[in-house]
């Protein structure tokens, strides 16, 4: 189908330990996009990833896609309890008018 | 400031009954979607709309209803022929007719059928 999956679905760290998750799909994906959910919040854009092997970054956020377009993942360097949450990817459908999310990664990291 | 506002935040609603979920967005965006969320699921889309007067179901259309009569408005109806209605529904927009730009979402509707 048109999912992506993505892993793990809860990761618990120690503030000031990395984090990573991981968005992976069967088949080539045109673009990603990865989401932000605080506990209680609505989704926010982060960021969108299109060329093959890129890679973006935000402050301690880093974003990169895979050279074969069929993964990607997000990786946060030291993290803040300001980074609390749930992260999701997002493919484009086949057709182009409309994203399909991934079951998202929760963050919880412990002062 | 520009944005998208839902309303009502919190919603109860007995079984049987039918409920209108507001969403409408000052971005000037073509684009407008609905997202259902569930616990410890994705986002799952239940209808979308690029233009007005025209809108193309999702994944999970069955039991719901929608409207695009105005560019800034895309209320949802929640109908009594949903079989599992609570959860937590997202309205999203983006700008032009292609999802090919980051979602704008609202703040969301918490729908509780009691």
């Known amino acids: 189908g048109q999912q992506v999956m993505q892993i793990p679905q809860y990761q618990h760290v120690q503030e000031g330990e990395d984090f990573t998750t991981y968005c992976n799909s069967s088949?080539?994906?045109?673009?990603i996009q990865w989401y932000k959910q605080r506990p209680g919040g609505h989704p926010v854009f982060l960021i969108q990833l299109v060329k093959s092997g890129e890679v973006k970054k935000q402050k301690r956020l880093t974003f990169q896609f895979g050279e074969a377009k069929k993964n990607s993942s997000l990786h946060i360097t030291a993290t803040q309890t300001t980074d609390v949450g749930t992260y999701f990817c997002a493919r484009l459908s086949n057709t182009g008018n409309q994203f399909y999310f991934g079951t998202g990664t929760s963050l919880t990291v412990i002062p | 400031d520009g944005g998208i506002t839902q309303s009502p935040k919190y919603l109860f609603r007995k079984e049987g009954q039918n409920v209108t979920l507001s969403c409408e967005q000052n971005l000037n965006h073509d684009a407008m979607y609905w997202y259902r969320q569930d616990p410890g699921q994705g986002l799952r889309l239940i209808y979308y709309s690029q233009i007005v007067n025209d809108f193309q179901k999702g994944d999970i259309a069955e039991g719901y209803s929608v409207s695009r009569e105005k560019k800034e408005s895309f209320p949802l109806t929640v109908t009594s022929a949903q079989k599992n209605p609570t959860a937590f529904y997202l309205c999203?927009?983006?700008?032009?007719?292609?999802?090919?730009?980051?979602?704008?979402f609202g703040s969301g509707t918490r729908l509780t059928v009691v």
């Open positions: 999203a927009s983006t700008m032009g007719g292609q999802a090919n730009y980051g979602y704008t």
């Open positions: 088949t080539t994906l045109s673009n």
